[in-house]
């Protein structure tokens, strides 16, 4: 056994043998910090940047003349070991308010642990280190930095909350981007309420139990003598959640736990229900002033509507026609909404509004053109996945139009002139969406045909000392277009070529052409006069040829031993290039790459790649497709040894000698 491997299996026995016992007394107990716990092992992961040593958080129902509300504290503490852990000093604490009433807090705690010179330093954090700031109209941040903090300081914070809201149960967290020791909460729920818990994650819980107890509560003057329920759950030596390329946000795989208020049922008196269904948000949103009243909006633009559609057109030129113009009359201010700040009117003659207020513009035009055209709810890729098993509102954040056309079904996002028609952009690509219709809703796919699409094509001449020079031409389409004349648009070009060339190390471009950046239904045209010297190297009679040299997968963006969670693309990915280089007078190919044909056992993913000499010109092709958008874990190993193979070519050598 190696040194490394014996020094694994010690550590990992004394952390199972430190949570076996704090499992057995029921709690992590936060004793007084001592000299040996800046150097104990916590955890297995030497490389953490930072570790939850304890983060533990209780919610329990206290009353008041007014009734119960919610009392929420928490304690954490963390020891920070390397510099990039120092972030974890700066904490904010969310806090909901209305226009009545808002969460307050009632303590708040921190201190910093130093060892100096062997003894356990201690440093409180001072009253001006803390500060409210506003974030939206319903939330607020407590904000605050621990003090006299460094590598190898443990921090420990504790508050507490008060809260009317007992819609906003406090939800948690069991696994963050470092390592966790040990992660518990605790729920002390009256009967009177019920609350769906929803929980998820890929790691396995230590303890989950449940216990009941009577409360004596005082509401008023008078006393009751409430019947609760408790909940307890811990999680314990947790490792860090480390996200790879393909996925939509980390929220969607910790392990965490939300509440929602389902109903209330106090005695003598009738069920309150609170939980939606599908149905429930349906009606809702349709009688919502700032959601369904507006789709029902665009009278005013009925001259202007008429004179744009001749009856020659057809129903989908007239569709297009109505999309475009939205597009270039409404500027979108990055905000991300499905309820609207205004009517349709005023976001048209603002020429501006948050992306409900457009999207909602664009139905209400299209309705009043007599289109069967209906507002969708979606999430995001940024705001997580849609679990279609729950019906909660919150987990929207984003609106377009749902047109049908007969038995078409057109989907349409007018936030950007860069977004062609019938193609979502690359943040709505997120599961289902939910149509929101006076029929009844009706959950769609958001994937259609969207796609990533990169052609590059390469006409070089290599010199007898190893330099490559030439024109390469790439042209992209589909969903990676988008990105792309967003970044040349909004870039000053020289900020644009640098960014190119750091994608492509050792290129000198000496000449830079563009076309079609503002025209989204042709594609983005990129012209590169370059030179490098990286791509060969010349060996007296030999030269060594790696001819995909700054255009080919220098690195597997797969990494992770397992993965538990899905590889999610998006759409459909397909690159491809073809390179024609002419060798030197003289000069043949002695040895080349082998070539290659690799598809994956269910066809949703290929590699080919092929070389061959036709007089003195050299030409390498190799293509990579992704054949659908999403792959299960099951699927992880085969994609990534797909990757490896991939990376393996591309760093292969032609052998050249003078002939």
């Known amino acids: ?7 694994f299996s010690i550590a990992l026995f004394l952390v199972l043998a430190q949570l076996s016992s704090m499992a057995q007394k029921g709690t992590y107990e936060f004793n007084k910090i001592e000299p040996y716990d800046f ?60 226009s009545s009433s808002r969460e307050k807090i009632m303590y708040l705690r921190a201190v910093t642990y130093n060892l100096v010179d062997g003894k356990v330093e201690k440093i409180k954090m001072k009253s001006e280190d803390s500060f409210l700031e506003e974030k939206s109209e319903n939330w607020d941040r407590q904000k605050f930095t621990l003090p006299a ?12 909350v008060n809260s009317d809201f007992l819609f906003n149960l406090q939800s948690w967290t069991f696994q963050t981007s470092i390592p966790t020791y040990w992660s518990e909460y605790e729920v002390e729920i009256p009967d009177y309420y019920d609350y769906k818990k929803i929980a998820q994650g890929y790691q396995s819980m230590l303890v989950s139990e449940s216990s009941r107890k009577v409360n004596k509560v005082i509401i008023g003057s008078n006393p009751y003598d409430v019947n609760c329920k408790t909940n307890r759950w811990v999680f314990a030596n ?7 390329p393909f996925t939509t946000t980390v929220k969607d795989h910790i392990n965490k736990i939300d509440f929602e208020l389902a109903s209330v049922n106090f005695p003598g ?25 507006m789709s029902k909006k665009g009278d005013f633009l009925a001259e202007t509507l008429k004179g744009m559609l001749p009856d020659s057109l057809s129903a989908e030129d007239k569709l297009r026609t109505i999309y475009t113009h939205i597009q270039k009359s409404v500027k979108w201010n990055g905000e991300a909404d499905f309820f609207a700040d205004k009517k349709p009117s005023k976001t048209y003659e603002d020429k501006s509004g948050n992306s409900a207020d457009i999207n909602f513009l664009l139905v209400a035009a299209l309705q009043e053109s007599g289109f069967n055209a209906d507002p969708l709810i979606l999430s995001t890729r940024d705001h997580g996945m849609i679990n279609t098993l729950y019906p909660i509102l919150a987990k929207f954040n984003y609106v377009i139009a749902a047109v049908w056309v007969d038995s078409t079904l057109y989907l349409l996002d007018a936030t950007s002139k860069l977004n062609p028609f019938n193609s979502l952009p690359e943040r709505c690509l997120n599961g289902d969406g939910l149509i929101i219709d006076k029929t009844g809703f009706q959950w769609v796919s958001l994937l259609r045909n969207e796609i990533a699409n990169k052609y590059t094509n390469a006409i070089l001449n290599l010199n007898e000392d ?42 000198e471009i000496t000449e830079s052409g563009f076309e079609n950046a503002e025209d989204p239904y042709k594609p983005f045209i990129e012209t590169y006069s370059m030179s490098t010297e990286d791509a060969a190297q010349s060996a007296g009679p030999k030269i060594y040829l790696n001819a995909l040299a700054g255009l080919g997968v220098k690195e597997n963006p797969l990494k992770l031993a397992t993965r538990v969670y899905p590889v999610d693309y998006g759409c459909l990915q397909k690159t491809t290039v073809l390179l024609n280089i002419t060798l030197p007078e003289g000069w043949v190919v002695e040895e080349q790459p082998r070539n290659l044909v ?27 497709s992704i054949n ?19 990376v393996a070519k591309h760093a292969e050598q032609f052998v050249l000698k003078k002939n």
Request: glycine share 6%; aromatic share 14%; with cysteine.
């Open 149 to 160: 903090v460094k590598v190898g300081s443990i921090i420990e914070f504790e508050y507490a």
């Open 238 to 244: 947790v490792p860090a959640f480390k996200p790879e």
């Open 1 to 7: 056994m190696s040194k490394h491997s014996l020094w």
């Open 466 to 507: 190893g330099k490559l020079e030439g024109k390469i031409t790439v042209s992209t389409a589909g969903i990676s277009s988008f990105r792309l004349r967003n970044d040349f648009i909004t870039q000053d070009k020289q900020e644009f070529l640098k960014k190119i060339s750091s994608e492509h190390p050792g290129w």
């Open 269 to 293: 008196e009738p069920v309150e229900n609170f939980a939606d269904t599908w149905e429930t948000i349906n009606t809702k949103l349709l009688e919502h002033e700032k959601f369904g009243r």
């Open 39 to 98: 150097t104990r092992t916590y955890v297995t992961d030497t490389a953490a940047e930072a570790v939850v040593i304890a983060d533990c958080g209780k919610t329990r129902f206290d009353a008041n003349d007014r009734g119960f509300y919610l009392f929420f504290t928490r304690k954490t503490r963390i020891i920070i070991k390397k510099t990039e852990g120092l972030q974890f000093a700066n904490v904010e604490i969310p806090l909901y308010k209305s």
């Open 598 to 624: 690799m598809t994956l056992p269910d066809k949703s993913a290929s590699i080919k790649y092929s070389a061959s000499l036709a007089g003195n010109t050299l030409s390498v092709f190799y293509s990579f």
């Open 628 to 646: 659908k958008a999403k792959y299960l874990p099951d699927e992880y190993e085969s994609l990534k040894e797909l990757y490896r193979l991939l």
